[in-house]
């Protein structure tokens, strides 16, 4: 039952129907916004598309996602021209509108939220010349990935905290003092001192959260070598595979990347990488999320790791970066 309410409730967020948004500001009615995750309608002529603007855009919106497996790109493009960039198109979720013409009655970039859906993010980027084109994109490239990168993790994040396991989230703030929004189609394994499991079980797809905590002592804890080292301890105890004596590791090969980042306005580091399984042939792309909880004197990290088989993996591990990004410490009680 609660697998077939997960499917209703992703249907009733990510399909088409009228009139289920609202402007605030002037009390309209928008239609909901269609489309598939990390995709964007980019409204453009084809001699641009197929030129040094094309390339621009492909630079920053099409470059590989960092940590997995094969090569995908942060959004897929599909290009519409201006011509045919009717009413249909305009219920997309995410809209990228390019004009490069002498035409243009100004130059700069054009940020709205639900323009003509709900919700959406449409960008206008205008310019009279391709280096003017140039000039925006590097002033602003960034700015806008980000925009279209963080606005897709908060509607997941929306989508789910409709569905959200409340008996899931119990047991981790009670044993663990750590808040985490999980959907209901998500088990929970385990659930002992210091180390949580959860996971998504299909035949074609296997999607798991894990969460860990130890002591902090110095901020050498805090190094890439130190929080891989933690990490595959952490797993060579508590991950084992099917065969006898395997375990889920780190892919040393291809080293994870770090970032820094603010999570709820505090200091935390996001990990990315490949995990495999010592002594089987199993892997995939995983991402973490460590912080520090300085009440309880420990490092806290939480972590989403998918296998797929052959299936790309970009919009799986996706949706578990937005699921564990809503974790957080609890206040002492």
């Known amino acids: 039952m609660k697998k077939i309410l997960f499917i209703l409730g ?3 967020v990510f399909c088409f129907s009228c009139f289920e948004g609202q402007d605030k500001g002037t009390g309209v009615f928008k239609p909901s916004s269609a489309g598939k995750l990390y995709e964007i309608i ?3 002529e084809p001699e641009l598309w197929t030129g040094t603007v094309g390339a621009q855009i ?3 919106f099409m470059q590989p996602m960092i940590g997995l497996p094969q090569p995908e790109s942060l959004f897929k493009m599909r290009d519409i021209k201006h011509s045919s960039f009717n009413k249909m198109f305009k219920s997309h979720r995410n809209i990228l509108n390019i004009r490069v013409s002498d035409y243009v009655d100004s ?4 940020i709205l939220r639900d323009f003509w859906a709900s919700p959406q993010i449409y960008v206008e980027v205008t310019a009279r010349n391709q280096q003017e084109f140039d000039s925006l994109m590097d002033k602003k490239g960034n700015q806008i990935l980000n925009i ?3 606005e897709e993790k908060k509607r997941l994040q929306s ?4 569905m959200e396991d409340q008996s899931i989230r119990r047991a981790v703030l009670k044993k663990q003092n750590i808040i985490i929004n999980v959907p209901a189609q998500y088990r929970l394994d385990v659930n002992k001192k210091d180390f949580v499991w959860i996971s998504n079980e299909t035949p074609r797809l296997s999607q798991g959260i894990l969460i860990w905590t130890y002591p902090y002592t110095n901020e050498k804890q805090l190094t890439k070598n130190e929080l891989i080292l933690a990490r595959d301890s952490v797993l060579l105890r508590n991950v084992p595979g099917a065969e006898p004596e ?6 040393h090969r291809w080293p994870p990347a770090l970032f820094n980042k603010t999570h709820n306005g505090c200091y935390a580091i996001e990990m990315r990488g490949l995990w495999v399984v010592e002594g089987d042939f199993m892997g995939g792309p995983f991402v973490n999320l460590t912080m520090i909880d300085t009440t309880r004197g420990r490092i806290v990290t939480v972590e989403g790791y998918v296998y797929a088989g052959k299936q790309t993996k970009r919009n799986f591990i996706r949706e578990l970066e937005a699921i564990i990004y809503t974790a957080d410490i609890a206040e002492p009680r």
């Open 148 to 150: 279209f990168l963080v």
């Open 42 to 44: 980019t409204v453009i």
């Open 159 to 162: 989508a789910y905290k409709k």
């Open 246 to 251: 395997s375990y889920m590791g780190t892919e």
């Open 10 to 12: 992703i249907l009733s």
């Open 58 to 60: 492909e630079k920053y």
């Open 107 to 110: 130059v700069g970039v054009k």
